[in-house]
């Protein structure tokens, strides 16, 4: 090798891509990952999808800001989180509207041996405040019913002349079923006992008077036994109450006001303050944590150094995934597609984003109305959009975070809702992707504790012949369901990350139940270990790539130019094959005219390029027949398909 060639392999070693699955709060394995690649690598393009996009999008700005400290910056958000305070937990704000749905949601998430408070005394004072007056009344007689009915029942049933092995019979089959339904229903699992245990005494409470006032008659017995039975109906009773007063004021809530809300309980902005009710439902108590958009803005501008930060002022390539819920496709972000201009109503996106970041956007106001609010004209949005927006467009997590609305012109105004990128890609592993890469994309996913494997972060050996894809155990439904609604979502990441030239390059750190996901309320051990095993998996990573004079990654380039040599192969093959019936084609077929926009200059008859399409199928037919020896196992397509 020449010393020119040496010293581009030498330059390009030093370049790396990184793209990073989303998770939500299991985000916080990013930074210090991060942080260990940056020690030798600069990034050249990052991308991810939700909290990926997150993670990709402040390591952008660190990237920008690297000779400022940035990544200094970006490990320090870690501590930033691990602080007293449940600061994760209070970036999540409601709105106003929001605000008795959401402490359902944080009353869910309460543990005694992390937050001190219980999950059930929550939830019910969650329940009890997200309920107008008249739902309290029924409830409140639903709730008497239960109390009193079995005790006027044991006070009422008269059994006359109903013979003495009846009634004995009836007893003992009410005693043998009914606290077999019971154990049923109580909470299940190897340290549930003591829960249990405190849920059966409160459910007995209708029976207590019920047991004062029994004596051993037959009839007594008897009636208590039933009144038992009553007990058990009503209960069931009861709670299907509750279900359907949640239920139909959860639907009369949505049906009014789920555009306004953006159909998410969280906007990302806003002036959120708990109030006492808030606080016993479980929400953290304010220490001035702003709300979420608000924080990554102000996170975006610390790290790079430059205020109201735009793509346009990267070092970087940065692509994140969004959704659109409305055309039901992906899209990439920032916008690439030559189609129609979008277009944003200020008044909706000042629901999600800071207003400076809306403000950022410009005011080339168009003629058209916002359909969600006609007496505001919607503006065209920019070419080079702010990093926030398009983050926030990345992120919302669907119920809990809202989704963005912005407009197109088609020929009316329509809104179409961007939400989780997730949705179509939780790991867009193939965003920087070709057929010959110059320097590695890195990888880092997540995923949950395999049977029998304890480790921390998993880095498969470097595309060998064994299978890379993973296994799940399944045996309970709930883990079928959950089967099903993952490889939905991700079965097009999963296989791409299988492949050889992928799977060596991909990261995985292992997350546990009550780690990283939707729990929000992290205690700081947690939240610093989970940061330590993402920094473990960016040094595997580093090392792989850098030791032995980078010989790994010239394993990796050798291997992604083997693939593409029979890729190459196949292309030319059906070239060689097929060369003739094109040729014919192009010297004959006359273009209509409705395909002349596709052009610079506007075809007169047949193709004008024909000589070049055919010199191109002659070229394509040179390449020599394979297969070449040594080709990996796996045979991946070539082919087609949309842009995102």
């Known amino acids: 090798m020449d010393s020119g060639r040496f010293a581009m392999a030498e330059?390009?070693?030093?370049?790396?891509?990184?793209?990073?699955?989303?998770?939500?709060?299991?985000?916080?394995?990013?930074?210090?990952?991060?942080?260990?690649?940056?020690?030798?690598?600069?990034?050249?393009?990052?991308?991810?999808?939700?909290?990926?996009?997150?993670?990709?999008?402040?390591?952008?700005?660190?990237?920008?800001?690297?000779?400022?400290?940035?990544?200094?910056k970006l490990k320090e958000i870690i501590d930033w989180f691990a602080a007293p305070g449940w600061r994760m937990a209070?970036?999540?704000?409601?709105?106003?509207?929001?605000?008795?749905?959401?402490?359902?949601?944080?009353?869910?998430?309460?543990?005694?041996?992390?937050?001190?408070?219980?999950?059930?005394?929550?939830?019910?004072?969650?329940?009890?405040?997200?309920?107008?007056?008249?739902?309290?009344?029924?409830?409140?007689?639903?709730?008497?019913?239960?109390?009193?009915?079995?005790?006027?029942?044991?006070?009422?049933?008269?059994?006359?002349?109903?013979?003495?092995?009846?009634?004995?019979?009836?007893?003992?089959?009410?005693?043998?079923?009914?606290?077999?339904?019971?154990?049923?229903?109580?909470?299940?699992?190897?340290?549930?006992?003591?829960?249990?245990i405190g849920t059966a005494l409160l459910l007995v409470v209708p029976l207590i008077p019920v047991a004062a006032s029994t004596r051993w008659t037959a009839q007594s017995l008897a009636s208590a036994a039933t009144a038992a039975v009553w007990w058990l109906v009503l209960g069931f009773a009861f709670v299907s109450a509750v279900a359907v007063t949640y239920g139909l004021g959860a639907k009369r809530f949505l049906d009014r006001m789920a555009t306004t809300v953006h159909f998410g309980l969280i906007p990302g902005t806003g002036g959120f303050e708990p109030s006492f009710w808030d606080r016993r439902c479980g929400v953290p108590a304010s220490t001035g944590v702003p709300p979420l958009s608000d924080w990554i803005a102000d996170r975006l501008d610390d790290l790079s150094g430059t205020a109201d930060l735009t793509f346009a002022d990267l070092t970087t390539n940065l692509v994140l995934m969004t959704t659109d819920l409305s055309e039901g496709r992906p899209y990439r972000l920032p916008f690439t597609e030559p189609l129609d201009a979008w277009l944003f109503c200020p008044t909706c996106l000042r629901n999600v984003l800071p207003r400076r970041t809306v403000d950022k956007l410009g005011n080339n106001a168009t003629e058209h109305r916002c359909p969600l609010h006609p007496d505001q004209n919607v503006?065209?949005?920019?070419?080079?959009?702010?990093?926030?927006?398009?983050?926030?467009?990345?992120?919302?997590?669907?119920?809990?975070?809202?989704?963005?609305?912005?407009?197109?012109?088609?020929?009316?105004?329509?809104?179409?809702?961007?939400?989780?990128?997730?949705?179509?890609?939780?790991?867009?592993?193939?965003?920087?992707?070709?057929?010959?890469?110059?320097?590695?994309?890195?990888?880092?996913?997540?995923?949950?504790?395999?049977?029998?494997?304890?480790?921390?972060?998993?880095?498969?050996?470097?595309?060998?012949?064994?299978?890379?894809?993973?296994?799940?155990?399944?045996?309970?439904?709930?883990?079928?369901?959950?089967?099903?609604?993952?490889?939905?979502?991700?079965?097009?990441?999963?296989?791409?990350?299988?492949?050889?030239?992928?799977?060596?390059?991909?990261?995985?750190?292992?997350?546990?139940?009550?780690?990283?996901?939707?729990?929000?309320?992290?205690?700081?051990?947690?939240?610093?270990?989970?940061?330590?095993?993402?920094?473990?998996?960016?040094?595997?990573?580093?090392?792989?790539?850098?030791?032995?004079?980078?010989?790994?990654?010239?394993?990796?380039?050798?291997?992604?130019?083997?693939?593409?040599?029979?890729?190459?192969?196949?292309?030319?093959?059906?070239?060689?094959?097929?060369?003739?019936?094109?040729?014919?084609?192009?010297?004959?077929?006359r273009i209509p005219a409705d395909l002349h926009d596709w052009f610079t200059t506007s075809p007169t008859s047949t193709d004008p390029h024909a000589r070049e399409i055919g010199l191109t199928l002659d070229a394509l037919g040179t390449v020599p027949d394979g297969p070449f020896d040594g080709e990996p196992p796996v045979d991946p397509d070539l082919r087609l398909i949309p842009p995102e």
């Not at 991810?48 to 402040?58: D, K, L, M, Q, R």
């Not at 390591?59 to 200094?72: L, N, V």
Request: proline share 6%; glycine share 10%.
């Open 11 to 72: 330059d390009f070693n030093r370049y790396c891509d990184l793209t990073m699955r989303g998770g939500t709060t299991s985000g916080v394995v990013y930074p210090w990952a991060v942080v260990e690649l940056a020690g030798h690598y600069r990034f050249r393009s990052l991308g991810g999808s939700s909290v990926g996009a997150i993670g990709a999008a402040f390591t952008a700005a660190a990237e920008k800001g690297r000779d400022q400290d940035g990544f200094r």
């Open 90 to 196: 209070q970036l999540f704000q409601p709105s106003e509207h929001t605000r008795k749905l959401y402490r359902i949601v944080a009353a869910s998430m309460q543990r005694r041996d992390s937050t001190g408070r219980s999950a059930l005394t929550c939830m019910l004072l969650a329940l009890l405040g997200a309920i107008g007056w008249r739902a309290r009344v029924f409830l409140a007689l639903a709730s008497a019913l239960w109390l009193v009915g079995p005790t006027l029942w044991f006070h009422t049933i008269e059994w006359g002349a109903t013979p003495a092995w009846v009634l004995i019979g009836l007893t003992v089959v009410v005693l043998i079923g009914v606290p077999g339904i019971v154990l049923r229903v109580l909470p299940n699992g190897r340290d549930a006992w003591l829960r249990r």
């Open 379 to 589: 503006h065209a949005l920019p070419e080079n959009l702010p990093v926030a927006l398009a983050v926030r467009m990345s992120m919302p997590l669907p119920g809990l975070i809202a989704a963005v609305p912005l407009v197109r012109a088609e020929p009316e105004p329509r809104v179409h809702w961007f939400s989780d990128g997730g949705i179509t890609s939780n790991f867009p592993i193939h965003f920087f992707d070709n057929l010959l890469p110059r320097w590695p994309t890195f990888g880092l996913s997540l995923q949950s504790y395999p049977p029998g494997d304890d480790r921390d972060v998993w880095l498969p050996e470097q595309d060998a012949s064994t299978a890379g894809t993973p296994w799940r155990g399944i045996g309970l439904v709930q883990h079928f369901a959950s089967a099903i609604l993952d490889t939905m979502l991700g079965w097009r990441d999963t296989m791409q990350s299988a492949l050889p030239g992928y799977r060596g390059r991909i990261a995985h750190v292992r997350v546990g139940a009550l780690e990283g996901g939707t729990n929000l309320f992290m205690r700081p051990e947690t939240i610093l270990a989970l940061a330590e095993r993402g920094a473990e998996a960016g040094r595997l990573l580093r090392t792989r790539f850098t030791e032995d004079n980078a010989t790994k990654t010239d394993r990796y380039r050798w291997i992604r130019m083997r693939l593409a040599m029979r890729e190459y192969q196949q292309l030319a093959a059906q070239a060689d094959e097929r060369a003739d019936l094109y040729r014919d084609l192009t010297a004959h077929y």
